[in-house]
């Protein structure tokens, strides 16, 4: 096992309900700023929930974080954060808002242009508190301190990561999502899926426990992914898969072992170039990341193979072949395609030049758990995805 | 899955030559009262790694907390702390050392007499920051917030839990592990199992996710236990038992699920009683309570002996009675036995009379998931096991 450091002060608030405890957690005297999305939360009732919630409170909203949140966009929300005095950020909403509201909670505090937050990875010192009402599980955001911006100038999508934008708390309450979109249940699946995948399959690290934690996630993604989508008001099946999702990226299960990251490296360039949801992109690059890479991952892939897809036996090609060919059946069995082609993208034969002079721009050079894939060898992988 | 909510700040440094980093994590000004236990990290070396990380803080010792740490012992610690106004507590030890450690942090800065945490649940609302440099994998106190203390002069076997007293940080460095007496090696691993269980074997509670961590860790158990055994100075083998047994007991696999504590608490009272180790405690009582709540557990017993230790075909209460055997079986194979018989125990055959008289006498009605363990039947669950 590596060393690591692991530390997630994030108060998890988990269970139908929990919305209305959340003002026992922002302090009494606090100015509080609300951050949404598209208004889904004024439809399904989650809005109101908050609103009560927050009675007594000072706050003011923000709406209209939009998928792939935008610098442009958060910017003006930082600007009211300042102008209003701000001192807590409540996002309610999926990744997007999450991750939105941390460059929020982080830009209206930063000295200097917070736009280097993200281009020069400036460091963070300070960031107002955050909580979170999570209505979508799918990234992990509500427990982490990671966040992926987009600028639309640029066509930019970058990360940043502090601690000090832990968000304090979380509210998962599976109610809050009945209403999403069967879309958005299965992107979540697959981007908890491949979360989970990217620390799991590398290379053995003496580390069991991690594996067989991974593992577990896998198992109930693929359990319940598809009762989700069949029954969308069950509460048990909602409830798993939201602690699932919270699970596979709230830095447990990377802790002392070798990680990937390249499926979502190259998914970040194939949404900002063909405008793909982000689960879409990992379902359509994981399997091609697996087949190219099948050398450095053999012995993963083959415990990956027994252990998730009970192929324990045969021809060892076979049974990797077979995991592989699993995965993508089940990506596509939830709705989600694993082939470029079926997202209608125009020219979709230049999308792997496109793609790798993407990643050559952004200064990637070498990707993956061994920093073995170039940009070209990225280019090749797509290639195989078409 | 129940509500719950789930808060863990502890943060993790995990590896060999983390002891070194402490002081980054400790105020740079703080007056240390560095504790521990009997003296083993005076000889293992662990006494000296700490004095250097120290140098240039103000610091001071308290040595000679014994296993199941003593009221009377502690309350000394305490004068001390107070008298030297000390500012941050350094654990350095087992879960013996964390937890009386734990104690001294409340009591120091309790109003009142500090026995009132103990005996009527006082609550804390304060205490001293707290750090571990864990030495003993086995209880998971270094990454929470429960202690167990005993008062000599009466007997007690008391808990208190505060989140107050999570500790700041928690080294955890295998190397330190290597000294260890067979004996202490092997009771943490039974220590680990058991909380495991203790928060797995109960009933189906719509929490799959839950149930296969859970499982994860009871696999990693049984793997690793006996390499451990056999080859002390294994780096990776003791470092995944190190992680395991953090994560046995952190909170993080009962999160949302039933719990039943009733070996942990029979188990008590027989060291109170008759100074068996906690482990030893619980390896008697814990198949014990198997059978004889079957009825209760039986679901989650099948599925135990399914995924755990391969019994899935045949006849249900065969396969039921075998898993129960094979816990046994593992157990011994470490080296602890499973009959009170073996261990010495005079005039063993009151042993279930005089149990049942202190657990009654300690207010405990109605132990179990479902409280249905009165004390007259662990009273007759210990008669099972002499």
Request: glycine share 10%; hydrophobic share 45%.
């Amino acid at each position: 096992m590596q060393n690591f450091s692991y530390y997630n002060p994030t108060r998890i608030l988990f269970g139908e309900g929990q919305i209305a405890s959340i003002a026992s957690h922002i302090p009494a005297h606090a100015r509080v700023l609300v951050t949404y999305g598209g208004g889904s939360i004024r439809k399904n009732g989650v809005y109101d929930q908050v609103a009560a919630a927050l009675a007594g409170l000072t706050w003011f909203e923000f709406g209209g974080i939009e998928p792939n949140p935008r610098y442009e966009t958060l910017m003006r929300a930082v600007a009211l954060a300042r102008l209003e005095r701000i001192d807590f950020v409540l996002a309610v909403g999926g990744g997007s808002v999450a991750d939105g509201s941390k460059f929020i909670a982080a830009a209206a505090r930063f000295e200097g242009e917070p736009w280097d937050i993200l281009a020069r990875h400036a460091p963070v010192h300070a960031a107002l508190p955050l909580g979170v009402v999570l209505t979508l599980p799918a990234t992990g955001s509500e427990s982490n301190g990671f966040a992926v911006i987009s600028r639309e100038a640029t066509g930019d999508k970058l990360s940043f990561g502090s601690e000090h934008c832990y968000p304090v708390f979380a509210v998962l309450d599976p109610r809050t999502t009945f209403s999403l979109p069967p879309r958005q249940v299965a992107n979540g699946v697959v981007d908890a899926f491949v979360h989970t995948m990217e620390q799991y399959m590398t290379y053995p690290a003496d580390a069991p426990l991690q594996d067989r934690f991974a593992e577990g996630i896998l198992h109930t993604l693929i359990e319940l992914g598809p009762q989700a989508l069949a029954r969308p008001d069950d509460y048990a099946v909602r409830a798993s898969l939201m602690w699932s999702a919270t699970l596979a990226l709230n830095g447990l299960i990377g802790c002392g072992v070798p990680q990937d990251w390249a499926t979502h490296m190259i998914g970040h360039e194939i949404t900002a170039e063909f405008g793909l949801d982000h689960a879409q992109t990992l379902a359509v690059v994981l399997p091609g990341v697996l087949r190219a890479r099948r050398a450095d991952k053999r012995a993963k892939l083959l415990q990956y193979a027994a252990r998730v897809w009970n192929r324990a036996d045969g021809d060892e090609d076979a049974r990797i072949e077979a995991a592989i060919v699993a995965t993508e059946r089940f990506f596509e069995s939830l709705g989600v395609p694993t082939r470029l082609a079926a997202y209608g993208v125009a020219e979709a034969a230049a999308a792997p030049a496109k793609i790798s002079a993407r990643l050559a721009a952004h200064g990637f050079k070498a990707l993956g758990e061994h920093g073995r894939i170039t940009p070209a060898i990225a280019g090749e992988i797509l290639a195989a995805r078409l």
